[in-house]
Each structure stands twice: as C-alpha cells, then as structure tokens.
C-alpha cells in the first residue's frame, strides 16, 4: 500500500478529510483523534494488515507520517 492508499484508508476509518492527513500531521493535536478513535484505528489497521500492534509501540505512533513508516517497516514500502 502507498502513501495515498493509506491515507485514504485514514481519511475513512478516522472520517476526516484526506488532505488534512500529511505525514507531520499529529493525530491528537491536529486532528483531535482522542485516545477512543486511536484504538478503534489500531484495531482496524490490525485487521487490515494481518497483524497484531504491541500496546507499547501502538503508543509511539503520534503522526501520519509514524503510522506509515510503521506499516512500511513490515511491509517494506517508502516511507512518504
């Protein structure tokens, strides 16, 4: 999956525009993702990817860009 595919999947599971969603962008300061909607993408990036998230790393990811270069470390694709 590239950058622009995961985040359109962001921009649907969190319901915010997509082009809000850079990689600088925070999820809890500039999107206002409270600690629910940050589970609830866990979750879904989890079934998504055919992967379990460790609660401890779950929590260093602050940002799009984090979010990405996660998944991008497994799955081997650019970072954005």
């Not at 915010?16 to 850079?22: G, I, T, Y």
């Not at 989890?46 to 790393?57: C, D, N």
């Amino acid at each position: 999956m590239h950058f622009e595919d995961f985040r359109r999947f962001l921009a649907e599971t969190l319901n915010v525009a997509e082009e809000s969603l850079h990689p600088e962008a925070s999820f809890l300061t500039d999107l206002a993702i409270d600690s629910l909607r940050m589970v609830e993408l866990v979750l879904r990036l989890e079934a998504r990817l055919g992967m379990t998230i460790p609660v401890e790393e779950a929590w260093n990811i602050q940002t799009v860009g984090d979010a990405y270069a996660y998944y991008a470390e497994r799955f081997g694709h650019a970072t954005p």
